[in-house]
């Protein structure tokens, strides 16, 4: 047979040892020979192609390492301060709270309103009777004047539709004594009365009843006033 010179010999050792590692990096092949004039070259073989490649040992974890190469953390978006609190209330000078919050549109309204019907000359002409002892008072203080009640309430309809009216008579009536009485803040009063519906008026004269009717009717009052003065 064909005799294996030492070199090639010590290379199948090399390579077999080689095959038995796993790495394929710390094999070293010989180099290729120079082709002989007229020669075609000789083709070396892959090495080792069914080798899986050898993967660079990794190095140590540390800490340091591991801080320097995650990405820096989302920066949290600061929060716009908080306002400051709104003042609820004002001290003013007799003690009182004053509400700096303005009330809802309707309340602004109603009180409005009730601002401009005080302050109009039929409003200060009738007088509110609040009280039993105030209705007696009212009566006693009228003397030889008519005096007109008008029993009426906040939630009567036909009340609401003939105040105007009646506010407008103590303007052209100024001998004539114009009293409102609300039956649910005045109950005694009503009751003394004997009120039985909403608007009822009533007349007197020298403390004593001397007419009285029901119902929203705007001519009959003004006739029942004339026909007793």
């Known amino acids: 047979g064909r005799s294996t010179a030492p070199a090639d010999l010590h290379f199948q050792r090399r390579y077999r040892w080689a095959v038995l590692r796993g ?66 209330c004002y001290k003013g000078k007799a003690g009182c709270a004053l509400s700096l919050l303005r009330p809802p549109l309707w309340i602004r309204f109603h009180l409005f309103y009730r601002k401009v019907v005080r302050q109009t000359p039929a409003a200060k002409m009738v007088k509110q009777i609040e009280s039993k002892y105030a209705f007696q008072e009212a009566l006693n203080s009228a003397g030889e004047k008519l005096v007109v009640v008008d029993f009426s309430a906040t939630w009567c309809g036909p009340c609401k539709m003939i ?26 009063v009503a009751s003394e009365c004997e009120v039985k519906c909403m608007p009822t008026f009533q007349f007197f004269k020298k403390g004593q009843k001397v007419g009285e009717f029901s119902g929203a009717n705007k001519e009959k009052l003004e006739a029942t006033i004339n026909e007793l003065i």
């Not at 090495?47 to 990405?71: V, Y």
């Not at 506010?167 to 005045?186: A, G, I, M």
């Open 23 to 88: 790495a394929e990096d710390s094999l070293e092949l010989r180099p290729t020979p120079a082709p002989l004039p007229g020669s075609a070259p000789t083709e070396v073989p892959p090495p080792l192609r069914g080798l899986r490649e050898a993967e660079p040992t990794p190095a140590p974890w540390r800490e340091q390492d591991a801080q320097a190469s995650a990405p820096p953390p989302h920066a949290r978006r600061a929060r716009p301060p908080a306002p400051p609190p709104l003042p609820r």
């Open 163 to 188: 105040k105007p009216f009646f506010h407008s008579l103590s303007e052209k009536y100024s001998n004539v004594v114009f009293l409102e009485v609300d039956v649910d803040d005045c109950q005694d």
